[in-house]
């Protein structure tokens, strides 16, 4: 990975639109400033990582992407989309983004495989019998197919979360966006979602990962965003990022993580 | 996951409990309380039983319910039935029931709507709207019910009287003896009409479900609303259409001090309801708002990130786990709302209770007249208590 990737789209690709085009997004709560000025650009098929202290605006940010939170100045423009107040080009933005949450938030009513196949169903119009088969074969892909006629509460956080990344994948997303996919579990599950999230990324899929699992950072990652106080603070490959950082603020972050692992 | 075998070891039964004749086994201790309480029970039953019985005896009171055949002699204001004075107490205590089931039926329809828009306008981001229902809660839950119904009925019994009748649109007149309305000269042509009607509404409710289901299939969305519209208004219209298309009313018209003809809903059957259903909707929105709250934020979430519309989100996934924290307390208010209409006697609608008091004061057939009161509140209630449990077996989620 060289930083050609910092900027410019995939290599095979020059000219391609970006996957993600966020300039100068600016979101406040209340009165609180917490997205100051975040530009990004994610090429298609780039895997980010963003990383930072708690309350740095990381989820906010990958949130915007999908419009789970409004961003109120700057452009953010998807798969060639920009969002707006139009419905139709949220609703268009939502159909390419799988989003994968902290706390899973399967449907608890619905069986594993009807988690997977509800919205390939109501929004992409399948027929039952096809998003059957496509959410089984996701659910080998995660390998958990076994599980497909038993409801959330049966499982595992780990598993659970592989479903919650197994239905997201059932409405074949361009963009997958994680937010902070394992903080919610318990570390011998950490590794079997993370084994699935490289099995991802290999597939080629455009992925923002919310996390601060530096190994699966260094594994899979083209470039590595630091944020702290609603900005992004340092961007870089992983062994710029974490080898060579140039700021005290990502230099302390590092020793507390690193200290804490 | 599926295991073939079975390790012998998991297949030993339970050992079997023996049971110990003493005060420190728990089993011994169960049937020795159960047997004490059913015993000071029943003897309390039969000293209540036997005193009665004897007090009857002494005073010369018969006992029994062949009053119900007599001839009432009680006027009765406003009747769902014809009725007359010269008709039995069985008769008039058909209509108090009939005027009952009237007040709490469109009470439980009305305060569900009412309560189930305040209740999600207290979830409103709009900051007027969730303050007002906010207000309207607290104020409606802490006045009594009575306080409410008489504020209610003394508003509505200082209107003008009929001849200075309120005339909001030609032909509809309100005033201290109620609201007048126009109403269509009934006949046979209206009830099929109304019959087409709810046939087409079945008719479209079967369509809508199998188009639904065939949706699932095939993931092809199907238009509901043509189907919709032609068996529940043209058919309803072709109907009455072929059979004559009547449409004369009767209107009210003021002779001499009252109003003759249309239809009345009278002060006292508007003040009760007015006070039944402000008064429950309060307590249902709360319910209401509970509901949905009990479901997770992160549920919205990941369906909208799914792409799932606000309709399919609430239809989906919020309502069916919602529901279920809804209906147990609702069933509770809609009990509430029947046996409250029993305030009715304090601004004088004659249902039930109003009734039954009457009765019991002109025949004094005191533990008759209480009994069947009794008797109509228990079977209603325990109706609609069975109609809610069904309805929550119906939508319970199976989790595990």
Not at chain 1, 48 to 67: A, F, L
Not at chain 2, 89 to 115: E, H, W
Not at chain 2, 126 to 150: C, F, G, H, M, T
Not at chain 2, 249 to 271: I, K, Q, Y
Request: net charge positive.
């Amino acid at each position: 990975m060289s930083e050609t990737l910092e900027y410019v789209a995939s290599a095979a690709r020059p000219d391609a639109p970006p996957a993600i085009l966020l300039d100068k997004v600016n979101k406040w709560f209340g009165a609180m400033h917490v997205l100051r000025d975040v530009s990004l650009n994610v090429a298609v098929g780039e895997r980010v990582v963003v990383c930072g202290p708690s309350g740095s605006g990381k989820s906010t940010t990958i949130r915007c992407i999908n419009r789970l939170e409004t961003h109120q100045e700057g452009r953010i423009v998807v798969d060639g989309i920009e969002l707006s107040d139009d419905i139709r080009a949220l609703d268009a933005i939502r159909r390419e983004v799988g989003m994968v949450f902290q706390s899973f938030n399967l449907f608890p009513h619905l069986t594993i495989l009807e988690n997977c196949t509800l919205a390939p169903i109501w929004v992409r119009r399948m027929p039952k019998r096809e998003a059957e088969e496509l959410a089984m074969e996701y659910l080998t892909r995660v390998r958990i197919p076994e599980q497909a006629k038993k409801y959330p509460g049966q499982l595992s956080g780990g598993q659970q979360q592989r479903v919650a990344i197994a239905r997201a994948l059932c409405m074949k997303p361009k963009i997958m966006l994680f937010d902070e996919p394992t903080s919610a579990l318990d570390p011998e599950m950490i590794k079997e979602v993370l084994d699935t999230m490289v099995g991802l990324a290999e597939t080629g899929m455009t992925m923002i990962c919310v996390t601060h699992e530096m190994g699966f950072a260094r594994q899979v990652a083209d470039r590595v965003v630091f944020m702290d106080r609603g900005e992004i603070v340092e961007m870089g490959t992983p062994a710029q990022v974490f080898e060579n950082p140039q700021t005290d603020r990502l230099k302390l972050f590092l020793s507390q993580i690193l200290r804490g692992h | 996951m599926s295991q073939t075998t079975i390790d012998p070891r998991l297949m030993r039964a339970p050992p079997k409990r023996k049971l110990r004749l003493s005060w420190a086994d728990e089993r011994i201790r169960g049937v020795v309380w159960q047997v004490l309480v059913v015993g000071i029970v029943g003897t309390i039953v039969w000293w209540l039983w036997s005193n009665t019985v004897h007090n009857l005896e002494v005073r010369k009171i018969a006992t029994g319910f062949g009053f119900l055949t007599r001839e009432a002699g009680l006027p009765v204001a406003e009747s769902v039935i014809e009725y007359s004075p010269t008709d039995t107490y069985l008769r008039a205590l058909t209509v108090g029931l009939l005027n009952t089931l009237k007040v709490a039926v469109v009470g439980i329809v009305l305060s569900t709507i009412l309560g189930t828009v305040i209740g999600i306008a207290r979830l409103s981001r709009n900051w007027l709207v969730a303050k007002l229902s906010a207000i309207y809660v607290e104020v409606i839950r802490d006045l009594p019910l009575l306080l409410q119904l008489l504020f209610w009925y003394t508003i509505l019994q200082s209107l003008p009287g009929p001849r200075q009748a309120m005339q909001p649109v030609p032909g509809v007149f309100l005033s201290n003896r109620g609201l007048k309305l126009p109403w269509l000269d009934w006949q046979d042509a209206h009830s099929l009409a109304l019959l087409a009607l709810l046939l087409g509404a079945v008719v479209t409710w079967f369509y809508r479900r199998q188009a639904l289901a065939k949706r699932i299939l095939d993931g092809q969305p199907r238009r509901i609303w043509p189907v919709a519209l032609g068996a529940m208004g043209a058919l309803p219209v072709l109907v009455w259409a072929a059979l004559g298309a009547p449409w004369t009313a009767d209107w009210p018209e003021l002779r001499g001090f009252n109003f003759r003809g249309g239809v009345t809903v009278s002060p006292e059957f508007f003040a009760l309801l007015l006070g039944l259903v402000l008064y429950t909707a309060g307590f249902i929105a709360e319910i209401v708002r509970a509901g949905i709250l009990a479901v997770p934020q992160g549920q919205w979430e990941a369906a909208q990130a799914l792409g799932l519309h606000p309709g399919q989100v609430l239809r989906q996934i919020v309502l069916p786990q919602a529901l279920r924290v809804i209906i147990p307390p609702m069933t509770s208010q809609y009990l509430n709302i029947t046996k409250n209409s029993s305030l009715a006697v304090a601004i004088g609608y004659q249902d039930i209770v109003s009734i039954a008091n009457t009765t019991l004061n002109q025949t004094g057939q005191a533990i008759e007249g209480i009994a069947i009161i009794m008797l109509v509140y228990l079977t209603i209630s325990l109706s609609i208590s069975l109609f809610m449990n069904w309805y929550n077996a119906r939508i319970a989620l199976v989790e595990r």
